[in-house]
């Protein structure tokens, strides 16, 4: 099974998918817990172009081309070879953070998006949860990590905002694979929804 988070700059998709894959663990299963952009050798030295400098560095076409990059790499050595060993990959974003920030966000490329995903990658996750989370709140936890890997979060408030609304958007786009989990609340009660999704989930699939 492939499971996705995704969500708006510190909305605490990385948080989430470390504590699904503990419990997806504790339940005596293997578990590959990735990240996009990233999740392979490759993909991880694109991913600090990305991630890193000012805005303007890269024009949206050229993100999209990087990122596509990216996770042509983590599906051919990391995400492929899990799933052929029946393990379940736990990922942190997937193609899902490009049709809304490349796509409706950044600017207005969706269909170009679908067209090299159709081309180059063709695959969508099992499952896909959005873990919901205000933008004013989501932003503030993400500034406070100071990590460098700042270049969307400098976007801006509007800018977190209209991902907000495409991620929703998108969840009402792929009903049956994107759920949105309310995001507010300690970690411990999002997990617990986490966990409740991935649960009908697995039972739906076995
Ligand atoms: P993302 O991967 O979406 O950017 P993270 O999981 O890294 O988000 O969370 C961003 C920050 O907020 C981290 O410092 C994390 O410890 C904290 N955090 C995550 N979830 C919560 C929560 N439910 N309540 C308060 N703080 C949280
Ligand atoms: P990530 O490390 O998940 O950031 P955060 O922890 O702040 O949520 O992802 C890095 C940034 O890359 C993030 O701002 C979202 C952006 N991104 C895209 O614009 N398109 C993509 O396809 C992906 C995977 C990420």
Do not use: C
């Not at 993400?142 to 990590?147: C, E, P, Q, S, V």
């Amino acid at each position: 099974m492939f499971i996705s988070l995704e969500g708006i700059d510190g909305s605490g998709k990385s948080t989430q998918a470390r504590l699904l894959a503990d419990h997806l663990r504790a339940s005596g299963r293997e578990v590959v817990l990735t990240r996009e952009p990233g999740g392979s050798p490759g993909a991880e030295e694109i991913r600090r172009l990305l991630v890193e400098g000012a805005g303007e560095r890269w024009s949206p076409g050229t993100e999209l081309l990087l990122f596509t990059a990216a996770r042509r790499d983590h599906l051919e050595r990391t995400i492929r070879p899990a799933l052929a060993r029946g393990a379940v990959v736990v990922s942190d974003r997937f193609a899902d953070s490009t049709r809304v920030y490349q796509g409706a966000a950044r600017a207005d490329l969706r269909a170009t998006v679908d067209r090299l995903h159709d081309l180059m990658i063709g695959v969508e996750p099992d499952l896909t949860l959005v873990i919901d989370a205000d933008p004013a709140v989501a932003l503030g936890r993400g500034k406070a990590r100071g990590a460098g890997e700042d270049r969307f979060e400098n976007m801006g408030l509007p800018f977190q905002a209209r991902l907000r609304a495409g991620f929703l958007a998108l969840a009402a786009e792929a009903p049956d694979r994107v759920r949105v989990v309310d995001g507010s609340g300690s970690a411990e009660d999002v997990a617990a929804r986490v966990r409740a999704a991935v649960g009908a989930a697995l039972a739906a699939a076995t």
